[in-house]
């Protein structure tokens, strides 16, 4: 198993000849359940419209946490 650090795009361990190459992006486990549940609803959503999700839900999540 190789292990990325999310800068692996260099290493030419992690690079395929001739394919794309996927960014790395690492979420925690709140951030991956939002992610899981707009997908559900949004199968082809643009990464914008993700990472607003994300953090909207995360942001509401803290906020019930303090009331």
């Known amino acids: 198993m190789l292990y990325c650090s999310g800068n692996c795009r260099d290493n030419p ?3 395929r000849h001739g ?3 996927a960014d790395v992006i690492s979420l925690g486990g709140l951030a991956a359940r939002a992610l899981v549940r707009l997908l559900r609803n949004d199968l082809h959503s643009t990464l ?3 990472l607003t999700y994300i953090s909207h839900d995360l942001h509401r999540f803290y ?3 303090h009331d």
């Open 13 to 15: 361990i992690y690079q």
């Open 19 to 21: 394919g794309e190459q």
């Open 48 to 50: 914008h419209k993700l």
């Open 63 to 65: 906020l019930d946490l």
